[in-house]
Every structure is written in structure tokens, then in C-alpha cells.
């Protein structure tokens, strides 16, 4: 008789095969939770265990003598089973223990947990973990959908914005999709504008005073177009436009007029540096010679006869504003591109500059069809335009904040530096500076840095500055000769007080920045003079140890690299003045300094 055989399940050493992993659905769709349930307690049956064999993977059987239950094996009765017909493993016994109810009540917990998630994070007040979409100045922000599988779109309220989702609540959604399309076709020509009239990269590629400007330029060009259209139809009218005159004697009085003023141009381009001194007053004084040459060709009509002088002084009136307007167009520019991008900046420029004349033009042209040929109310209209023509292009330049410095704008600052030891904001000086011939237009603002003592120092001074002097007009002695030429042997300039003027001679090869610093030297010798009671006396006397020159220029060798070091932190351009000396240099021996 066969011995009865028992089958002895030791662990394997093998893992057991992996869980599938089951895809969570929103929990809002019951009917398919169900259908998962189901699926799963049909993956989940185990096979039934025949004695015959073993479990493939999961256990090994050996065989041995004992019961068939593997009682009488050693590890018979320790804390695991035999299994039985319909047992399958340990963890899947485990599961089907559980009931059915608590199962469910699992997958809905998890298949809401990434959407509970999603929510909190999307709601959260901290914005260190948004994602935001940078195109130029345009920024998106962009969450996450509630699996974390991909990122939407999101509105301004951090709630996602699909196309399609909308609450119409009272509205119809006919006027609901109305709006969206509106808005949609809104934004697609708001960015087509920005793309065609605002340098890439805006705000960020240009500096914080460009769209103010840019503003009232727009504004300013309109104007300016509207008075040349009724500048134009007066010049038509005077030369014998429908009155029957002779095409020939109209086109030579035309030419005539254009080529005199043409010379203006040339004449006044010599004064090519004094735009670069003092750009926005120069503008000012343009804008104004431009209108005063649209208001004499306005009245040619009334004076037929004088039509080519008075076409010729308003000629040179335009065309002499129109050379003051590109040259100082060129330094606003080179301030607003603070990425170095001055050929964008000047194209979007006059791109903005081809937008406000069509529509001056059209503008002028409706107007001029309601005026007609009376020359009084083409002067009523000329007027009105000229007043808003005027005030757009002041407030344009004094929204304009230059960063290099002239003589006045540098007195400002280092006449403050010398003051309480701190540099004025850009803002400041460009607010305080006078626009033209020292008149200062609009009411002063109110100064956090910049001291009523500075502001009269910096007045003082200019009126005082002589750059660029004769050394031959200030120098009485050969002592007082010997005396400068040995003080300032290491410097690209001599400075002296003379007869109430600081006269500054510089050496030839001198640069901007030597300017700067002889300018620095001239603003502590002032405070010297000012409140330390250093009076002035013979040049020997003060270019000697102690004297007013040897203290003052010891000081600025020593503080000049502080003081630029502190401008530029403060935004000022210190790599040298932007001044016109005199054109008259000298060279000290035979060298060339």
C-alpha cells in the first residue's frame, strides 16, 4: 500500500507578481466605478490550488510524509494555512475579506485625491510654484489640470479658462459668445499693435519714461499733421490754385521756396552740440519754429504777392525744426534703450511717428473741407491745434529722464554729493532741470534728496562755468604760469578763479571724462568757498601747500572714483560731461599732454 503523501508550501524566494495598478476616474461617474469594481473582483479570483502541482511562482512544494494537510511536517501548524481548494495567496485572501462597500469607498477616495490636490494648490496664496508662460512683456500663467498630467490656461482668478466654459447665467448665449469673439478679436489687434508699434521685449527692453513719451508724441503728431494739411491748402490757395495761374510760375515759386529754406540746414548745423547739452529745451524751441512756419504759410493767402519770401522764411522755419528734431530724436532714443537695441527703438519710433500722421491727415483733411479759403477760420483752428500741439510736447520732454550728464545736471549731483553725501535719483535732477534759457515750466515737485542749497549751488555754477578758456586770457604772470603747469601736471586741465569765473583750460587730448572731473573740482572749490571761507587770491598763493587749489584738487583725485562709483549705482551715465567747451586746447613741452 502506497504511503499517503503531503505537500509541504515553503515560501519562495521569488517576489509575488506585481498589483495592477488600477486608472482612477472623477468620482462623479458612478456607473463606471461599479464596472471597475466588478472587474477588479474578476482579476482578483484566485485559481483554485490542485495537490498535484505547485503555485507557479508563488510557492514550491516538496513532498513528505505526514497528512495531507502537512500536519506532521515540522512548520505544519505555524501561522499559515495549507491551502485548500478555492484558497488562492495570502494578500488575495486578504483582499477579498474585505467588504465590498469599503472597497468602493476606497476608490473614490482615490480617485478624488489628485483633483483635491490640484485644487489646494491652484487656491494656495503662494505663487512660488506658478508656472508662467513669457512671450516679451506678455506672461500667462498656466496650472495644472487635476491629474497633473498637463498645464491649462488660467485667468487672472487662478480658475482655468477653456474655450467653450463660461457661466452665461442671465445672458443669453448668443451675447455670451458675442462677447467672447469680441474680446478674442480685441486681444489678437492689441497684440498685432504692440508687436508693430512697441520694441520686443516691452516693458523690459526699454526704459520706465519710453511709453510716456511715446504717448504724447502720438499726440503731438496728430496735431502737427492736422496744421500742415491746413498749411498746405493756404500755399495752394496763394499760389493760384482754381484761380487760373499758370502751372509753370506756380512750380518755379514752389521750388524757390522749398530751396531757400533748404539752407537753414546747412547753416545750423554747426550748432550740432549745443543739441547734445540740451536736447529737450533745443526740441521745445523746434516744435515752436515749426509752428511759427505753419502759421506764416497759413497766411500766404492774404498776401499773394509775398509768396515766395514768405514761403522762404517759413521754409527755413521747417526746415530748421526739422534738423533740431532728428539730431536731439537720436538722444532720446539712445536713454530709452537700456538693452542696447537703439536701431528697434528708432524703427518703432517712426512707426508710431507714420501712425500719427495718417491719422493727422485724415483729420486735417475733414477739417480743411469745412474751412475752405477763409483765412480766419484756418487761423481760429491754427490756433487751438498750436495750444495742444505746444502743451503735448512739453509734457513729452518733461516725462523724458536723461541719464547722462551736462554741466547743470552734474552740478546737481555732485553739488548734493557734497551736501549730505548722497546722489540724487535721475528723476529728481530731470524734474528740477530747466528746459530752456533757465525758465523752468510747470510747478516744482517736491525733492526727497535733492536740497534747495544744491539746486542754488548748481545755478551758481553754470552761470560762473567757463570751459574750454584761453590760458593767455587768464594768466598775468609767469609765476602764475609755472605755479598751474606744476599743480596740475598729472591732470588733462588747469582750473583757476578768475575775475568771478571758474575757467577751466584744457590740455590737449583731453577727454569727456577729464571734463567730469575738472567739473567735480570746480563744485568743491565752490563749497570750499562757500561755507568753509576760502576766499579767492593770486594763483601762486593758492596753487601752494594749503591753498584753495592744492586742497581742492587733492580732494577730488581723491573722491572722484567714490563719486562715480556712487552715480552709476544711482543710474547716471558717469563715463564722462557732455559740455561745448571752447574750441581751444593746449600742449604743455613737447608731448602731447
Known amino acids: ?334 536713454g530709452f534703450a537700456v538693452q542696447r537695441n537703439f536701431a528697434e527703438v528708432i524703427a518703432k519710433g517712426e512707426a508710431q511717428g507714420m501712425v500719427s500722421k495718417f491719422v493727422g491727415i485724415g483729420l486735417g483733411i475733414a477739417l480743411a473741407n469745412h474751412i475752405g479759403s477763409s483765412v480766419p477760420l484756418a487761423l481760429i483752428s491754427f490756433a487751438g491745434i498750436t495750444a495742444v500741439h505746444m502743451y503735448c510736447n512739453l509734457k513729452s520732454y518733461q516725462s523724458i529722464q536723461l541719464r547722462t550728464l551736462n554741466p547743470y545736471r552734474a552740478s546737481l549731483v555732485f553739488s548734493e554729493y557734497l551736501l549730505s553725501g548722497q546722489v540724487p535719483s535721475v528723476k529728481e535732477v530731470n524734474d528740477e532741470e530747466p528746459l530752456f534759457f533757465n525758465l523752468s515750466l510747470g510747478a516744482s515737485r517736491q525733492s526727497k534728496i535733492l536740497s534747495a542749497e544744491a539746486k542754488d549751488a548748481a545755478d551758481r555754477i553754470c552761470r560762473r562755468l567757463q570751459m574750454g578758456s584761453k590760458l593767455s586770457e587768464i594768466i598775468e604772470s609767469k609765476e602764475d604760469a609755472c605755479a598751474l603747469f606744476d599743480l596740475y601736471k598729472n591732470e588733462q586741465y588747469l582750473l583757476m578763479d578768475y575775475k568771478g569765473k571758474f575757467c577751466i583750460v584744457l590740455k590737449e587730448g583731453s577727454s569727456p571724462e577729464d571734463m567730469l572731473k575738472s567739473l567735480f573740482h570746480v563744485n568743491y572749490l565752490y563749497w570750499l568757498e562757500r561755507y568753509m571761507g576760502f576766499k579767492p587770491s593770486n594763483v601762486a598763493s593758492e596753487c601752494r601747500p594749503g591753498g584753495r587749489l592744492e586742497v581742492s584738487l587733492d580732494y577730488a583725485q581723491r573722491e572722484f572714483s567714490h563719486v562715480k562709483h556712487d552715480g552709476s549705482d544711482g543710474g547716471w551715465v558717469m563715463d564722462g560731461l557732455i559740455a561745448r567747451p571752447l574750441p581751444v586746447r593746449i600742449r604743455i613741452g613737447d608731448g602731447t599732454s
Open 1 to 334: 500500500m502506497s504511503m499517503p503523501q503531503s505537500f509541504l508550501l515553503l515560501p519562495s524566494f521569488l517576489p509575488p507578481p506585481p498589483l495592477v495598478r488600477l486608472a482612477s476616474r472623477p468620482p462623479s461617474s458612478p456607473s463606471l466605478t461599479a464596472l471597475r469594481f466588478h472587474r477588479v473582483d474578476a482579476k482578483l479570483s484566485p485559481p483554485l490550488l490542485a495537490a498535484s502541482h505547485s503555485p507557479p511562482g508563488g510557492f514550491r512544494g516538496y513532498c513528505d510524509s505526514g497528512g495531507s494537510d502537512g500536519g506532521s511536517g515540522g512548520d505544519g501548524g505555524r501561522g499559515m494555512d495549507s491551502p485548500g481548494p478555492g484558497d488562492g495567496w495570502w494578500w488575495e485572501r486578504w483582499l477579498q475579506a474585505l467588504h465590498p462597500e469599503f472597497f468602493l469607498l476606497f476608490l473614490l477616495l482615490q480617485s478624488g485625491a489628485a483633483s483635491a490636490l490640484a485644487e489646494a494648490l491652484s487656491t494656495s496664496g503662494d505663487d512660488a510654484g506658478d508656472v508662467w508662460e513669457v512671450r516679451g512683456g506678455k506672461r500667462t500663467r498656466l496650472m495644472p489640470d487635476p491629474t497633473w498630467t498637463s498645464y491649462l490656461i488660467a485667468g487672472d482668478d487662478g480658475t482655468k479658462r477653456e474655450d467653450g466654459d463660461e457661466k452665461v447665467g442671465s445672458i443669453s448665449k448668443d451675447l455670451a459668445a458675442l462677447r467672447r469673439q469680441l474680446g478674442r478679436s480685441w486681444r489678437r489687434y492689441a497684440e498685432v499693435a504692440v508687436h508693430l508699434l512697441l520694441p520686443d521685449g516691452y516693458p523690459h527692453s526699454v526704459s520706465s519714461d519710453y511709453l510716456n513719451y511715446s504717448l504724447w508724441r502720438g499726440v503731438q503728431g496728430v496735431a502737427s499733421q492736422i496744421s500742415g494739411v491746413l498749411s498746405t491748402q493756404a500755399l495752394l490757395y496763394a499760389v493760384g490754385l482754381g484761380k487760373g495761374a499758370i502751372p509753370t510760375a506756380a512750380a518755379v515759386n514752389w521750388v524757390l521756396k522749398d530751396g531757400l529754406g533748404y539752407l537753414s540746414k546747412i547753416m545750423l548745423s554747426k550748432f550740432g552740440r549745443h543739441f547734445d547739452v540740451n536736447p529737450k529745451g533745443w526740441r521745445l524751441f523746434a516744435d515752436f519754429l515749426e509752428n511759427m512756419a505753419y502759421g506764416l504759410e497759413i497766411l500766404t493767402p492774404v498776401f499773394p504777392h509775398l509768396f515766395v519770401p514768405i514761403g522762404a522764411a517759413a521754409g527755413a522755419g521747417r526746415s530748421a525744426a526739422s534738423l533740431i528734431q532728428s539730431a536731439t530724436r537720436s538722444c532720446f532714443y539712445a
